[in-house]
């Protein structure tokens, strides 16, 4: 690892593991709120989950956008850019008067949010090698899913005395702590090894990523096996409070547990790796996640509680395929980290946002949607592995 000042590697293992937290904190937070949300802005159900699918797709285009920049100018004035810019995007939300000021300041959250992760992700390979950058995987994700985990249920309390505003002063204050954190960061990456060309000329560098052809094709596998997810945060709180007929408070309980459950995948990957093979491994992600989504389909509907057992495996399985994922595919970047680790994520969210978007779909009910969103995709995962026949 390259020298910290200020940080030990215990310290910039828990700051990744922060900054890993931004996703799930800025969008699960307010997840109980937004059945609130829609009555105070008098809006649809589909424009209050557009606060939800707008800042997945902002956020993936402004990591494709950042990646090359930080292989040309270094890590550390895009992640103090992106803190900055996060920071005061979260206090725009909470003060929006309209439901259209809260999307551009979701814009905003997401394009700051866009640099910090890909930065973090690019840090990963800069500072961590071999099976301690996999464990290091393990213990950011393992720590990531707190966040979700945790989020909603911070956010229902906070409807208990205080409104839907209240989730995004919290976003704000989070995003001032990474902001002071960054600035204590060192540089990771030298002089000698950044892009010489200049700015425009730096994203050509997206280019030479997108004609890996096997490593493109494994990152969107692994991404359509990873959107369902992103559709039930979609949906989630809509199949729970509207469907099912629960308080907020309820939902939020519903949705932790399912959160807690996923803990287990990062720590179940380091197993798995000890006793299968990479392709032994990626079989049984397939084999449990068409399972799960055939469950919520068939017993999804009868009650809340068997809705929640039948998508658990699913997020168990999903918290597998984040580590797992991203090991194959870090490992295959061998210059220009920041692109690529910007694709990576990019793609993945691109993903995640249709997934989000195919959620909150007018279904016949949400159940069923987002049992057809798991099935499907998983499915096509499967064809696009047998087309590729690359080795993991």
């Excluded at 976003?171 to 902001?179: H, K, P, V």
């Amino acid at each position: 690892m390259r020298r910290q000042k200020y940080l030990s590697i215990t310290a910039m293992i828990a700051y990744l593991a922060y900054i890993g937290m931004f996703i799930p904190l800025s969008t699960d937070l307010y997840l109980p709120a937004l059945p609130e949300m829609g009555g105070y802005f008098s809006a649809s159900e589909f424009l209050v989950g557009l606060t939800l699918t707008i800042f997945f797709f902002v956020f993936a285009v402004s990591m494709v956008l950042f990646g090359p920049l930080s292989d040309k100018f270094g890590r550390r004035p895009i992640l103090i850019f992106g803190a900055a810019i996060y920071t005061a995007a979260s206090f725009a939300c909470a003060e929006a008067s309209n439901i259209y000021f809260l999307l551009a300041g979701r814009f905003f959250q997401a394009v700051g949010s866009g640099a910090v992760i890909t930065v973090a992700t690019a840090l990963i390979k800069d500072c961590f090698r071999g099976a301690v950058m996999r464990k290091i995987l393990a213990i950011t994700q393992a720590l990531g899913v707190i966040a979700p985990m945790v989020a909603p249920l911070v956010g229902g309390i906070l409807l208990t005395f205080t409104d839907w505003r209240g989730s995004f002063y919290l976003l704000t204050f989070l995003g001032t702590i990474n902001l002071f954190v960054a600035f204590l960061f060192c540089e990771t990456l030298p002089e000698h090894k950044r892009y010489r060309g200049g700015i425009f000329a730096s994203l050509t560098l997206l280019i030479g990523v997108l004609k890996k052809k096997s490593f493109m094709a494994k990152l969107v596998m692994f991404s359509m096996l990873s959107a369902p997810y992103m559709a039930y945060l979609s949906a989630s709180s809509f199949i729970y409070v509207e469907f099912f007929g629960l308080t907020a408070q309820e939902y939020s309980y519903f949705f932790a547990v399912n959160s807690a459950v996923s803990i287990a995948g990062p720590f179940l990957y380091l197993k798995l790796k000890n006793s299968m093979t990479n392709v032994g491994l990626l079989r049984l992600c397939f084999f449990a996640a068409m399972a799960s989504g055939l469950l919520v389909l068939s017993v999804g509907q009868a009650r809340a509680v068997m809705f929640l057992l039948a998508f658990l495996p699913f997020t168990v399985i999903g918290s597998v395929v984040r580590p797992f994922a991203m090991e194959i595919l870090l490992m295959e970047a061998k210059e220009n980290v920041g692109t690529n680790a910007s694709m990576i994520n990019f793609v993945h969210t691109l993903f995640g946002s249709l997934g989000m978007a195919l959620g909150t779909l007018p279904w016949s009910n949400f159940v069923d949607g987002l049992g057809i969103i798991m099935t499907t995709s998983t499915f096509l995962s499967v064809v696009l592995w047998i087309l590729i026949r690359k080795p993991l």
